[in-house]
């Protein structure tokens, strides 16, 4: 039976119950560049608080784009629900010995993200154990992270998730699922999924970039009731990789 990491939050209780079965991994470096960006006063002491991670991906696309999103969504996420979050944004590569140490990760930024055949079985083992990838488009990365997508798991097809899913409706409520940030071609806003066994395992995200919604007001200049919508579509992101 698979492992899968939850988070179960009862009557104010929060309990973390990361039942993660760490696979032989190999012992390599930490980046010797390591940026962690504090986002509240020191790290969280909860050892069962949420970590979140981004992720340093290849391919030439600029992965650490928006450097103030994670830090203000991860206080939007402590402050809105009764997750314990550890409030520092952390970094990790797909062959980080730490990667399952974070069971939601976040990529982002404009242009090329590619895998090495070594990062995509390892994404594979991480995502089919409980892992959960959040990919935000800020621009350009529909085409070659589609061709990725593919490449990771060449047995299940990419499907667009329906409004209908819960990951719209598990904390607030999407009807026409996820929110036009910016403009970006003018098309609809669009999420794709890659499934495994009923489960949302990693989710990319088109023509809305919510990430940006995340930033500081005035790098934007988006109205509140945007960035406010973005924080929200986050926080179901969020809900549903660790309650579904």
């Excluded at 988006?222 to 406010?228: L, N, Q, S």
Aim: charge should be negative.
């Amino acid at each position: 039976m698979k492992n899968k990491m939850l988070i179960i939050a009862v009557g104010g209780v929060v309990c973390l119950l990361m039942a993660v079965q760490v696979m032989a991994q190999a012992r390599g470096q930490r980046m010797p560049n390591r940026r962690r960006i504090e986002a509240s006063q020191g790290i969280n002491p909860d050892p069962s608080a949420l970590r979140v991670a981004r992720l340093h991906y290849s391919g030439g696309g600029d992965w650490y784009w928006g450097a103030s999103a994670l830090p203000n969504f991860l206080r939007y996420l402590r402050d809105n629900t009764s997750f314990p979050v550890d409030t520092m944004e952390h970094e990790v590569t797909i062959m980080d010995a730490d990667l399952y140490k974070y069971p939601f990760l976040f990529a982002t930024g404009h242009g090329v993200i590619e895998f090495s055949t070594e990062e995509k079985e390892r994404l594979r083992q991480y995502l089919a154990n409980g892992g959960f990838l959040f990919v935000n488009d800020s621009y350009g990365m529909d085409k070659s992270f589609r061709q990725e997508m593919t490449g990771l798991f060449p047995e299940r097809e990419i499907v667009e998730v329906p409004f209908d899913h819960p990951l719209y409706h598990c904390f607030y409520d999407f009807p026409n699922g996820p929110p036009k940030i910016h403009e970006h071609d003018n098309k609809p806003p669009r999420g794709y999924a890659i499934i495994l066994n009923g489960r949302v395992v990693l989710y990319f995200l088109v023509e809305s970039d919510i990430g940006d919604g995340w930033e500081d007001a005035q790098v934007h200049n988006d109205p509140p009731e945007k960035r406010a919508e973005a924080l929200r579509m986050g926080v179901n992101i969020v809900t549903y990789a660790l309650l579904y």
